[in-house]
């Protein structure tokens, strides 16, 4: 099987790459800007890189889909601060060009794995978010945050038409806070810039104080990265067709903590590292409004908790990593 991956260099990219390479027999088409993230696939015998901008290389692009059998696109501005900065670059990459890729995929016939997002769910009031009955519900149109939302449900019924008109074998999978190595960059020193988790560990190694959005009572299921790699692979895998027309929340329920919680647990964790204790025993928390830290445009989820039935029935999977493991496996990352 020949699997392309766009968007190989990124955060979901690299860590699916290495997998695939590691636990199955698949071939990777793997496309990106750059590959620094891709040191340990480079030189395998089943990974093909090609440095190209998919804006810009459509014919290339457009090879590479031909020659391969599943097409996961993952490029995408997936950060809230740049859904209120500049939501137009938002739609047009994250909606714009992966409806491209979409289109393709059903005139040559390919099987489509595409990141949908919990952020689809918005402010549902629901206790426990279901693929298949929750309601979508973001706010109005001049809170901006709702532009990656909107674009990505808009893809997500645009797929799901022409799955059901039989032209398109897809499954949406829908990640709920994946955390992990290589989630964002933790040097970069801008509000708002990378999120929650690096921007705290960047905050307490710069020794700034810790921005706690409205109190930081929101809530959010940190799901580490080797639970959601281990889900895309069995979507992947595909067997008896079990990923096939479906949708998947990929998240842990259990792995629920309030952002303040983070921020105290992150200091509590950091203090163990013994050339970063100084640093994490003088972090602070501070309260700031999200009108301040964000902009008129932003407005937030309080709690987002997905339900991780369907998956489990359907591919007999549940995440394993608890938060503090994970936790420590991400600052061993950046930390060591
Ligand atoms: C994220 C992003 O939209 C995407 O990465 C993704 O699609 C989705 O959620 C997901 O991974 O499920 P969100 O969880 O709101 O959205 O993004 P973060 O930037 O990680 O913020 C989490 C919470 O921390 C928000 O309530 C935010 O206001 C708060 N926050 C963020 C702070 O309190 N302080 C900060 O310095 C940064």
């Not at 830290?293 to 998956?311: E, F, T």
Request: hydrophobic share 45%; net charge neutral; glycine share 6%.
């Amino acid at each position: 099987m020949s699997i392309l991956i766009l968007g190989a260099n990124g955060f979901i990219g690299s860590h699916l790459s290495e997998a695939l390479l590691a636990t199955t027999n698949a071939s990777v088409i793997a496309v990106d800007l750059a590959q620094h993230n891709l040191d340990a696939c480079m030189t395998h015998p089943r990974f093909q890189f090609f440095q190209k901008n998919m804006l810009t290389c459509k014919k290339d692009i457009t090879d590479y889909i031909k020659r391969s059998d599943v097409v996961l696109p993952l490029v995408a501005i997936a950060n809230p601060s740049a859904y209120v900065n500049n939501p137009l670059g938002v739609f047009e990459l994250d909606f714009e060009a992966n409806l491209d890729i979409v289109r393709q995929c059903v005139e040559f016939k390919k099987r489509i794995i595409f990141p949908s997002t919990s952020e689809v769910y918005g402010m549902c009031p629901d206790a426990a978010f279901d693929e298949d009955v929750s309601s979508l519900v973001t706010g109005p149109i001049q809170k901006e945050r709702w532009i990656y939302s909107a674009s990505k449900q808009l893809l997500d019924r645009v797929i799901y038409a022409y799955g059901k008109r039989q032209e398109l074998d897809y499954t949406l999978f829908r990640p709920f806070n994946w955390y992990g190595p290589r989630l964002d960059n933790i040097f970069n020193p801008k509000p708002g810039a990378s999120r929650v988790l690096t921007q705290f560990i960047g905050n307490i190694l710069r020794g700034e104080n810790i921005m706690l959005v409205d109190g930081g009572a929101q809530q959010r299921c940190f799901t580490h990265i080797s639970d959601g790699i281990s889900a895309l692979v069995k979507i992947i895998e595909n067997k008896n067709n079990a990923a096939s027309q479906a949708i998947f929340n990929i998240g842990n329920p259990i792995a629920n903590s309030s952002i303040r919680v983070l921020a105290e647990q992150l200091i509590a964790l950091i203090a163990t590292y013994p050339a970063y204790a100084a640093l994490a025993n003088r972090a602070q928390l501070v309260d700031v409004d999200a009108n301040t830290y964000y902009g008129p445009g932003y407005q937030d989820v309080q709690l987002r908790v997905p339900s991780i039935q369907k998956i489990r029935a359907a591919l007999d999977w549940h995440p394993l990593v608890g938060m503090e493991e994970g936790l420590r496996q991400t600052l061993d990352f950046y930390l060591k």
